[in-house]
């Protein structure tokens, strides 16, 4: 896995946001962490060797021929990816129906990127057709055994699907979802609207990935390229960020608040005395901020102590892990001074905002769909207060297609009377996505 002491590798940097000053008898703490890797990615892509595996997962049920432009633009897109792809990456094409094919190279094993084996996929791509079910917990499984096969860093696989998971039970394939979780990272899309929100934005959050909707199949292939370019610019793999906290203090929940709202508190590992690991995934040059809230044992004015020490790990091939050299400490100090203990720190307050927000147009879009248009009328109504007050511009015209907005800084909307499947579930998709607090 990494080796620190490498030049070309991520240097990562730890910066706690926090007001630390709580009133007499207080006893919760929160804090956002930012966590900076830099010096790897793009920037060293040159002049490294890589050490990648990429599985595709391409939906070939019976579905992606209706209309045809949904398979054809699967073809194009994968094999954009693949010309992304840089030489000595390994990788794979799966075809997935209610069962998982190997489409390229076959044999149960992975191809290295170069123009011969690039050309060879992409003809195996126009032979790729359309017909059966849909069963996506086999596509994962064959990806797992296909990346597991290569000694690298960064093992990541690409998912798509236009359609509901029906040839499996969810049992089967949380069950599926937990297998692979740490194993590689997954970036999961579905096309056009005939799929499941929650199904496929459950894969990428499990596996650590990113979900969208590519609507308009014609679009895949620029997303496709996006999302391998990122997977390419990846150092490190399976970050975790570990929360140490003193005796008497506990972890009231850790969150990835930037560039989503991703809750990790439930997948926390223990290690150690008094401390957990939450996974992080795989980074390169990049920034993300994270929310901490702990409680803490109630201490006379004037006391403070040390609430959490907050740092970065990353496992090694013997099994042990190594301190990426990065900590943040998060404080509490007991104050009379009501301004000071009142006050909340600006980063927290925003991403405090952005969480509800996500929040807000998860419970409104599942009111309106339930019938209950009073209750959504509500809930996007203060979605739109919430956008309008962080500055989240890109969501505020998501849910401008939702709703028609009276007056955005009071939250006062009205329910569309028609609205597309398409605007309705990019909503729903995109609703995590944040923006950062402003400095």
Request: aromatic residues 4%.
């Amino acid at each position: 896995m990494a080796n620190f002491a490498k030049s070309d590798a991520p240097r990562f940097s730890v910066d706690v946001y926090q007001n630390e000053y709580l009133p007499e008898g207080g006893s919760e703490v929160d804090a956002i962490v930012t966590v900076t890797a830099t010096g790897g990615g793009a920037a060293t892509a040159a002049v490294r060797p890589p050490s990648a595996a990429v599985a595709v997962m391409v939906d070939c049920s019976g579905s992606m021929d209706y209309p045809p432009a949904k398979m054809r633009g699967a073809r194009e897109a994968t094999a954009a990816a693949i010309d992304t792809l840089r030489d000595g990456t390994r990788f794979a094409v799966i075809g997935g129906t209610h069962v998982a094919r190997e489409v390229y190279p076959g044999g149960g094993r992975l191809a290295v990127a170069d123009a011969t084996t690039r050309e060879q996929a992409k003809q195996a791509l126009r032979r790729l057709g359309a017909g059966g079910g849909t069963a996506i917990g086999t596509w994962l499984r064959l990806a797992d055994r296909l990346l597991s096969s290569a000694d690298v860093t960064i093992r990541h696989g690409i998912l798509l699907t236009d359609g509901r998971n029906e040839h499996e039970s969810p049992q089967d394939l949380r069950a599926t979802l937990d297998a692979c979780a740490g194993r590689f990272t997954c970036d999961a899309r579905g096309v056009g609207t005939d799929w499941d929100v929650k199904e496929v934005t459950g894969i990428a959050s499990a596996l650590l990935g990113t979900a969208d909707i590519v609507a308009d199949p014609a679009r895949l292939a620029d997303d496709f390229t996006r999302m391998m370019e990122t997977a390419m610019d990846k150092e490190v793999a399976d970050v975790a960020l570990r929360v140490w906290t003193p005796v008497g203090a506990a972890i009231r929940f850790v969150k990835q608040v930037a560039p989503a709202v991703e809750d990790l508190t439930g997948r926390r590992t223990e290690a150690g005395p008094r401390a957990g690991d939450y996974p992080t995934g795989s980074w390169g040059d990049e920034s993300r901020d994270y929310h901490l809230c702990v409680t803490v044992p109630p201490a006379g004015l004037g006391r403070e102590m040390l609430a959490a020490r907050v740092s970065l790990v990353v496992p090694q091939p013997d099994g042990s892990v190594q301190n990426a050299g990065a900590q943040g400490l998060v404080r509490a100090v007991w104050t009379d001074d009501v301004a000071a203990s009142t006050a909340m720190s600006p980063q927290v307050a925003h991403y405090t905002g952005q969480a509800e927000l996500a929040q807000a147009i998860q419970q409104g879009i599942d009111l309106r769909k339930a019938g209950d248009f009073d209750g959504a009328t509500a809930k996007l109504g203060r979605a739109v207060q919430l956008a309008n007050a962080s500055g989240n511009a890109d969501t505020a015209k998501l849910l401008a297609k939702v709703v028609d907005v009276v007056d955005a800084s009071t939250g006062t909307v009205r329910l569309k009377t028609r609205v597309t499947e398409a605007d309705e579930m990019t909503l729903e998709t995109r609703s995590t996505k944040t923006v950062r607090v402003k400095k």
